[in-house]
């Protein structure tokens, strides 16, 4: 049974370039988190989605960023006109039930923006 | 709105000794709690879940302890070993909703 699985594992953008952060969650899961570690600091939580809903994003920044997991393929982080202050590690985590069990983490993209 | 926080920011040790690290939570009103373990550039294992109404787990060398009334949460590493050395995250989920909200974590390293 194959990880969380996120790709691409390193991105490089140009401010105002668009990225597009991809997560495959374990098989049989269908909760899908979004976290962000900016250099220095914790991971904060970005977003919550089951398939076809967002759940809770209340840690989404209230511009230029939105995420979905659609009823088929992988969930996806996308950032418009991305800014030198977006260069961050950008971890996505499954679980099969939202409660009570363990979430799975991914390795991570690491976005730079130039 | 809970925080994290966890003592020590970092932690040098050699190799053999017994340590602790420390979590403490602002808002006692959790699901579970969770500690990780984070290598250079990897991602986030997961070492150890106690649940809210349980006071400890063990796996190996590790144990961990939940006092959810004083809102802390302490991990115990055994005989430490090089191949501990990592960024050790403690993260609570609340009884509110399914986030997970973490420490900025504890940098180990073991010598050898």
């Known amino acids: 049974n194959a990880g969380v699985m996120q790709n691409p594992r390193h991105l490089v953008r140009r401010r105002g370039q668009e990225a597009r952060l991809r997560c495959s969650p374990m098989k049989g899961h269908s909760h899908v988190y979004w976290y962000r570690q900016l250099p220095e600091e914790g991971l904060k939580f970005m977003v919550y989605?089951?398939?076809?809903?967002?759940?809770?994003e209340s840690g989404m920044p209230k511009e230029r960023f939105s995420a979905e997991f659609p009823k088929e393929g992988p969930s996806i982080l996308r950032i418009q006109q991305v800014v030198r202050g977006d260069s961050a590690a950008y971890f996505c985590a499954s679980s099969p039930l939202a409660a009570t069990d363990t979430q799975y983490f991914g390795p991570g993209t690491r976005l730079t923006v130039l | 709105k809970q925080e994290v926080t966890q003592i020590p920011a970092a932690l040098s040790v050699p190799e053999g000794e017994n340590l602790v690290l420390n979590c403490s939570f602002t808002d006692s009103a959790i699901y579970n709690l969770q500690w990780f373990r984070q290598d250079p550039g990897k991602g986030l294992t997961s070492l150890l879940l106690i649940q809210s109404s349980q006071r400890e787990q063990t796996s190996g060398r590790l144990n961990a302890s939940l006092d959810k009334s004083s809102g802390r949460s302490t991990l115990y590493i055994a005989a430490s070993q090089p191949g501990d050395s990592a960024t050790y995250l403690c993260?609570?989920?609340?009884?509110?909703?399914?986030?997970?909200?973490f420490g900025e974590g504890t940098q180990l390293t073991v010598n050898p």
């Open positions: 993260a609570v989920r609340e009884t509110s909703g399914s986030r997970l909200t």
């Open positions: 989605l089951q398939k076809e809903n967002i759940i809770d």
